[in-house]
Nanobody, 118 residues
Framework: QVQLVESGGGLVQPGGSLRLSCAAS????????MGWYRQAPGKQRELVAA???????YYVDSVKGRFTISRDNAKKTMYLQMNSLKPEDTAVYYC????????????WGQGTQVTVSS
């Protein structure tokens, strides 16, 4: 079965860093364009970063220069390095297929909470 498991979130002060991981199983990970999404209470889920099967990347303007997406196809794992974190980055972060390229989302994982606060 398809499974996506996010980890690495936590509580961090503004300006701090976190690295999120997404462990994938049950599908041909190396062939899929993938992305990181985030959702805060009362807000729509948004795509914040994406990476194609060959390593081309996309970032929403609000995280450019601060976040770096990467993937290790051999490990079937995707990462999001988050630096210079801001309170507005607070959200539950999820991984899934890149909705701009793939025809469907896969099963959503439970996400990982990122809280940026003093």
């Amino acid at each position: 079965q398809v499974q996506l498991v996010e980890s690495g979130g936590g509580l961090v002060q503004p300006g701090g860093s976190l690295r999120l991981s997404c462990a994938a199983s049950g599908f041909l990970f190396r062939f899929f364009a993938m992305g990181w999404y985030r959702q805060a209470p009362g807000k729509q889920r948004e795509l914040v970063a994406a990476i194609t099967s060959t390593g081309s990347t996309y970032y929403v303007d609000s995280v450019k220069g601060r976040f770096t997406i990467s993937r290790d196809n051999a490990k079937k794992t995707m990462y999001l390095q988050m630096n210079s974190l801001k309170p507005e980055d607070t959200a539950v972060y999820y991984c899934n297929t890149d909705s701009r390229i793939e025809e469907t989302y896969l099963n959503w994982g439970q996400g990982t909470q990122v809280t940026v606060s003093s």
